[in-house]
C-alpha cells in the first residue's frame, strides 16, 4: 500500500510561486519505482495531467500549460516529489493531487487527499 500527502497549497497573488511536495509513505520500495506525477482540478473541469516523473527522474513530462514555468523533481532518498510553480495565473486555481503509478502519462491508482492552490489578487 502507497499514502501520499500533499502540502504546500495556499493563496499567492499573480505572478507569485509556490512549490508543492508530496510525501510517500507505505511501501517504499514499490514507491521508488514508479512513475509519479501532478494532476490538478479546476471546479466544473475534469482533472488533467500537470507534470510528471519517471521513477529515476531521468524523464519528465509536461502539459502545454505548464512548459516553462513549473518544473516536477524527485528526492527518492526522501520518498518526496516536488513541483515548483511560477509564473502563477489565476488559470492555474485547482486543486492539485500527487499520482503514484507504473507510467508516465497514464494516473496510476494512488492518489493524494489534494491541495487547493488559489491565484488571485
Known amino acids: 500500500q502507497v499514502r501520499l500527502v500533499e502540502s504546500g497549497g495556499g493563496l499567492v497573488q499573480p505572478g507569485g510561486s509556490l512549490r508543492l511536495s508530496c510525501a510517500a509513505s507505505g511501501n517504499i520500495f514499490s514507491i521508488n519505482t514508479m512513475a509519479m506525477g501532478w494532476y490538478r482540478q479546476a471546479p466544473g473541469k475534469q482533472r488533467e495531467l500537470v507534470a510528471s516523473?519517471?521513477?529515476?527522474?531521468?524523464?519528465?513530462n509536461y502539459a502545454d500549460s505548464a512548459k516553462g514555468r513549473f518544473t516536477i523533481s524527485r528526492d527518492n532518498a526522501k520518498n518526496t516529489v516536488y513541483l515548483q510553480m511560477n509564473s502563477l495565473k489565476s488559470d492555474d486555481t485547482a486543486v492539485y493531487y500527487c499520482n503514484a503509478g507504473p507510467l508516465l502519462r497514464v494516473p496510476g491508482k494512488y492518489w493524494g487527499q489534494g491541495t487547493q492552490v488559489t491565484v488571485s489578487s
Open positions: 516523473i519517471t521513477s529515476g527522474g531521468g524523464s519528465t
